[in-house]
């Protein structure tokens, strides 16, 4: 046996625990890996936290490595980095990017984890999930050279989404919030900020993500004629209301949903382990560290999570430190300085 673990688990909705755990011995095609830092994917987590996945999608919303059933008892996420002790020779020692839960230490496939590139720390890495929900966004979308972009919800997804959008030539891409103080995470990412009533109109391309009927019917406002909105918000047992009379008929917009469960069939060529790597290439990029608002230790996580799940406390990405973390990077950096928001007249080198 590889020893013991410790584990964050949904004991109850509204209840999280830590754990002891076991940890199998790898097999001859496993590596065993010893975490560095999760994170916390604030807006399904905090729902499953709550208990408010639907009976309908409990087989959908399942998580790779998950054990257990929802709503609980349920050991959940999917944001983890750590090095591989034990596995292939090609792997061992390297840092890994995986859809694993906040434990520890643990034993997967091989072919489960993806190599984090040298030129992203591992601190910053946590943020692979979730800069690949972008990108299939993105494909999703599929904008032009010039568009006028809206990205409405400035949490951890929209946020990453703009920032993936940020580098498309010529495109004037505004994120929109009703916080204010999402301006400073926008002007980090090298695009715009508007409050909902503010925000400019007829765009070419609006991606939602603010997870709130509002959210949605502030992105059909803002659509020019024939547009079509990109949700990528989960909305659990919530109903929304739309109001759909108007003109939403006689300009002939759409709502259309993106879920990264499902590689976009507009690059159907591509497979998850294509995708996977994008995103950590991407992440190369310093500007996305600004979307990592906060820290705490696993042993923390309970007590963090209620907070969130309560609407506390306002961070991006909260990055969870385990005991067995050894190494600088893993540690809060201050973000790039704030550049102003711009027209991008060429493509950076971390951003498709």
């Known amino acids: ?36 830092c999760t994170g916390v994917s604030r807006g399904t987590e905090t729902l499953v936290f709550r208990g408010e996945v639907p009976a309908s999608e409990h087989a959908t919303m399942r998580a ?20 591989v002790e034990h596995g292939p020779a090609e792997l061992v020692g390297r840092t890994v990017f995986c859809l694993y839960p906040h434990q520890s230490r643990f034993v997967v496939p091989a072919a489960a984890v993806t190599p984090v590139p040298d030129d992203v720390p591992a601190g910053r890495a946590v943020l692979a999930g979730t800069v690949e929900t972008a990108v299939n966004a993105v494909w999703d979308a599929a904008p032009l050279i010039g568009d006028r972009i809206s990205v409405v919800g400035a949490g951890m997804v929209g946020s990453c989404v703009a920032a993936v959008l940020a580098g498309l030539p010529g495109a004037r891409v505004e994120l929109v919030d ?44 803002l659509l020019g004629p024939e547009g079509e909105v990109i949700d990528l918000s989960w909305y659990g047992t919530r109903r929304v209301d739309l109001a759909l009379g108007g003109s939403f008929h006689s300009r002939r917009l759409a709502v259309r949903a993106s879920q990264v469960g499902t590689v976009s069939p507009r690059r159907a060529r591509r497979g998850y382990a294509d995708r996977m790597k994008l995103a950590l290439r991407l992440l190369a990029d ?61 493509p950076s080198g971390t951003t498709s």
């Open 1 to 36: 046996m590889a020893g013991t673990a410790r584990a964050f688990w949904l004991a109850a909705p509204g209840h999280g625990e830590i754990r002891t755990v076991a940890v199998p011995d790898p097999g001859p095609d496993d590596v065993l890996v010893r975490t560095r």
């Open 178 to 221: 009703p916080d204010p103080g999402r301006a400073a995470v926008a002007a980090a990412l090298g695009v715009g900020f508007a409050a909902p009533d503010d925000a400019a109109g007829d765009r070419d391309v609006v991606l939602h993500a603010s997870a709130t009927g509002a959210g949605l019917q502030t992105a059909l406002d």
């Open 286 to 346: 310093p500007r996305f560290d600004a979307l990592v608002g906060d820290e705490c230790r696993l042993e923390e996580l309970p007590a963090v999570l209620a907070r969130m799940a309560a609407g506390e406390p306002p961070a991006l990405c909260v990055r969870v430190l385990h005991e067995d973390a050894r190494h600088r990077d893993v540690r809060h950096r201050e973000p790039s300085p704030h550049r102003e928001p711009r027209c991008s007249a060429s």
């Open 64 to 83: 790779p490595f998950q054990e257990g059933e929802f709503p609980a008892p349920v050991k959940y996420g999917y944001l983890a980095v750590g090095d």
